[in-house]
């Protein structure tokens, strides 16, 4: 079976021009390619338009799986409640602008009531159906309350929406304490997008000790066969915050990221 592979550009973060990102993802033979919306920001206001960004991804031949992220959502009051919907509205429009059906929506690191979370998550989901894409919900191993897949399942399921769903990404699934039995406790695939990635075995691990799948000790075969049994069929996206790697060459980070990302998966299915 065919790995539906993912660029996230953060792996190549050295490179600053975004239409050269896009031609070094379809050079490697990916056959996505995950975008920041702050990024698309800097380009429209430094005078691009979005419908360029479209037709250069048209003629790599790449779909957007994702854009990151809307942040700031749950948990807020007032204003800045007001100010994050809005932000939220800006960053669907750049989805829809790009033929992207999926906006991470990262949790927040406080704590609170789980259904006031999930009843926060809804309001996202509903102002992203009018511009047609899904915001899935990320957890991260960091936060204080929504650091696993069972805590943020339990608020896709209390949102109670049609599109709601999940992001897994392995390095914040395994280290906030998740693990592949964890997902066959969810009925149903209702998750949107995987974030890859290893680590070694270490205390302390940060987004920076990323490395290609394979590299570290992360039980990725495991995680993937648990996510093929429950059905998931979309894109494996490569994600590394790894300052080493952005020293190198891009498109050997590139090049190099798809071998590893596609030995592992396809050893899982």
């Known amino acids: 079976m065919s790995v539906r592979s993912c660029l996230n550009t953060v792996t190549i973060k050295q490179e600053p021009d975004l239409r050269r990102k896009i031609e070094i993802a379809a050079a490697a033979g990916y056959a996505g390619i995950g975008l920041w919306s702050d990024e698309l920001t800097r380009f429209e206001e430094d005078g691009g338009n979005l419908k360029e960004v479209r037709r250069w991804l048209e003629e790599a031949g790449l779909a957007v799986p994702e854009i990151c992220a809307v942040t700031g959502w749950m948990y807020a009051e007032g204003d800045a409640k007001a100010a994050a919907r809005d932000e939220c509205r800006r960053r669907f429009a750049q989805a829809r602008a790009l033929g992207c059906g999926c906006v991470v929506a990262c949790v927040s690191g406080a704590e609170g009531d789980l259904a006031r979370a999930a009843d926060d998550y809804r309001a996202v989901c509903e102002i992203a159906d009018e511009f047609g894409v899904t915001p899935a919900l990320e957890f991260l191993q960091g936060a204080k309350q929504v650091r696993n897949v069972t805590t ?19 390095f914040h699934f395994h280290v ?50 648990a996510l093929s049994a429950m059905g998931y069929s979309g894109y494996y996206s490569l994600e590394l915050f790894n300052p080493a790697y952005w020293q190198r060459d891009p498109v050997e980070v590139a090049k190099e990221g798809l071998e590893t990302l596609r030995a592992v998966v396809q050893d899982a299915q």
């Open 176 to 225: 906030g304490g998740s693990r592949a039995g964890h997902l066959a406790e969810i009925p149903e695939c209702r998750v949107g997008l995987v974030h890859v990635n290893d680590a070694p075995d270490k205390p302390g691990l940060t987004d920076a000790d990323r490395v290609f799948c394979g590299r570290g000790t992360f039980p990725l075969t495991e995680i993937f066969a």
């Open 152 to 170: 943020a399942w339990e608020i896709v399921r209390r949102a109670d929406h049609p599109g709601a769903n999940l992001v897994v990404d392995t």
